[in-house]
């Protein structure tokens, strides 16, 4: 009779791992919305600045963001602030370069093998048309998976962060978030979450890595 299979633990303290999308887990997404902006004949900065300092945009993208609106009426809207004539699929296109960053996948890969909860918690913008997920091909690398749009709730709303422990079955203490945006630590530092800050720094990878105690694996 063949013997039950042991679970596989994890090599460290910690049992969970929860990483942000957008600057965690693709290459680098301002680069590449410069050179769309100029392709389209805009100013490289046009994206970056609309999105983030265009009052009535930056609301739009907090509604996208929560599920309020959907990412076709958000493109639909947004469209004629950045001087666009055509709306279709508008974040598709400017997010049409952006790719998985390969060494953050292969330390989520290891993770997962070696025994870790391995969680997905990012602020979306949108599913459809448009599934940055799909295209960057990382629905697969996680058990649990918290996507703000889906949710009605938004980074840094402690809620979030609670949905995303409960799914793991984890307490705070034993979870790693990565994030990329300062203002989203302090909420999960606050339920006992140690926290990486992903700072396009290349030791950022080595250093989850070390953590988990499985740098040998990445």
Not at 175 to 199: K, R
Request: charged letters at 20%; hydrophobic letters at 45%; one cysteine or more.
């Amino acid at each position: 009779m063949a013997q039950p299979v042991a679970p596989v633990s994890p090599p460290s303290a910690y049992r969970g791992l929860i990483l942000d999308f957008a600057g965690v887990l693709t290459t680098d997404a301002l680069a590449v919305h410069r050179e769309w902006c100029v392709s389209q004949g805009l100013d490289a900065e046009a994206w970056r600045r609309t999105l983030n300092t265009h009052p009535v945009v930056r609301q739009l993208y907090v509604d996208l963001e929560r599920g309020a609106i959907s990412q076709a009426d958000w493109n639909r809207q947004v469209a004629p602030y950045l001087g666009l004539a055509d709306h279709e699929n508008l974040m598709g296109r400017a997010w049409a370069g952006v790719r998985a960053a390969a060494d953050m996948v292969t330390l989520a890969k290891a993770a997962r093998e070696a025994g870790y909860v391995v969680a997905l918690l990012s602020n979306s913008f949108g599913l459809d048309p448009f599934d940055p997920y799909a295209a960057c091909g990382v629905w697969e690398l996680f058990d649990v998976t918290v996507v703000s749009e889906l949710e009605g709730i938004a980074k840094p709303d402690p809620a979030i962060y609670r949905l995303a422990l409960e799914r793991m079955g984890l307490s705070g203490e034993v979870c790693v978030f990565v994030d990329d945006h300062p203002v989203n630590l302090p909420p999960a530092e606050a339920l006992g979450i140690t926290t990486v800050l992903a700072d396009g720094r290349p030791e950022t990878v080595a250093r989850i890595a070390s953590l988990l105690g499985i740098g040998a694996c990445v």
